[in-house]
T-cell receptor, first 109, second 116 residues
């Protein structure tokens, strides 16, 4: 059974607008959450993370929000740029990581 | 450091053949992971090693899959015999630790496997 779910397989956004990617998890014991970004023909790379003691973590144009009661996290990209077009995976776990199925973001120039 | 190195980058084989995927982790990383990426299941952890010892292989789908890590700088994932449903991208990753992702995992570029 999937520990991490990304229900939107794809998202298209105009350049300059906000991109919002969503993720749900099942285990309330998980206390650290990550987003990885993957370009075609490359492996995923770490983007941003958040600890469960916070509800928001910001790094430049990227912000991750955590709602522990809903077991939901989201990644906001503002403003979106064409170079942000990639597949985004959320991940969490106690030791090893469980990854979602990914959301393919396309930023339209 | 060159990062995690995987070979081959692409593999096309026929059903029933043996396939061997190779990985060289980042030097000094104690953990090595094998993942499989499919559209339906995303990134699935197949197996991971700590200091060359397999720790959790519960993600290995069947006995047709096996993985070894004979030393700190080399690991293989073998499928014998291969089947069309094994077609996927296989990633190797390494990390200095676990701790639920607090130690970043560094991924290789992946091997795209096609079984005809």
């Amino acid at each position: 059974d999937q520990q991490v779910k990304q229900n939107s397989p794809s998202l298209s956004v105009q350049e300059g607008r906000i991109s919002i990617l969503n993720c749900d998890y099942t285990n309330s014991m998980f206390d650290y959450f990550l987003w990885y970004k993957k370009y075609p023909a490359e492996g995923p790379t770490f983007l941003i993370s958040i600890s469960s003691i916070k509800d928001k973590n910001e790094d430049g144009r990227f912000t991750v929000f955590l709602n522990k009661s809903a077991k939901h996290l989201s990644l906001h990209i503002v403003p979106s740029q064409p170079g942000d077009s990639a597949v985004y995976f959320c991940a969490t776990g106690a030791n090893n990581l469980f990854f979602g199925t990914g959301t393919r973001l396309t930023v339209i120039p | 450091d060159a990062g995690v190195i995987q070979s081959p980058r692409h593999e096309v084989t026929e059903m029933g053949q043996e396939v061997t995927l190779r990985c060289k982790p980042i030097s000094g990383h104690d953990y090595l992971f094998w993942y499989r990426q499919t559209m339906m299941r995303g990134l699935e952890l197949l197996i991971y090693f700590n200091n060359n010892v397999p720790i959790d292989d519960s993600g290995m789908p069947e006995d047709r899959f096996s993985a070894k890590m004979p030393n700190a700088s080399f690991s293989t994932l073998k499928i014998q015999p291969s089947e069309p449903r094994d077609s996927a991208v296989y990633f190797c990753a390494s990390s200095p630790g676990l701790a639920g992702g607090r130690n970043e995992q560094f991924f290789g570029p992946g091997t795209r496997l096609t079984v005809l």
